[in-house]
């Protein structure tokens, strides 16, 4: 049975940093992408990066992109998200899933994804 849990949420002050990990337990197979998403109150969940697992080929989203990290610990079955210069709009429950490639590319569509953790919250405040 595949289980992601992700760890490392909490709260900051604008301007700080966290780091954020998912820890990947059973098997998922291969070519597999580990994406990052996150869901503000009131808000679809959205995008924000993803890698090639066992590559290091990412994609981000633009929101995020020169601020936020997506990295791994393959051989530990590890995937980090690691959050610089903080924003309040960046608050959000953040979650770590499982997908596979779309047009062989690893992308930010939820619906490529099929195994979800059940998500850390990060607070930022201003």
């Known amino acids: 049975q595949v289980q992601l849990v992700e760890s490392g949420g909490g709260s900051v002050q604008a301007g700080g940093s966290l780091r954020l990990s998912c820890a990947v337990s059973g098997y998922i197979g291969s070519n597999r992408c580990m994406g990052w998403f996150r869901q503000a109150p009131g808000k679809e969940r959205e995008g924000v990066a993803t890698i090639y697992f066992g590559s290091s080929i990412t994609v981000y989203a633009d929101s995020v992109k020169g601020r936020f990290t997506i990295s791994q610990e393959y051989a530990k079955n590890t995937v980090f998200l690691q959050l610089n210069t903080l924003k309040p709009e960046d608050t959000a429950m953040y979650y770590c899933?499982?997908?596979?490639?779309?047009?062989?590319?690893?992308?930010?569509?939820?619906?490529?994804?099929?195994?979800w953790g059940q998500g850390t919250q990060v607070t930022v405040s201003s």
């Open positions: 899933a499982a997908g596979l490639l779309w047009r062989g590319r690893c992308n930010l569509r939820e619906l490529d994804y099929s195994y």
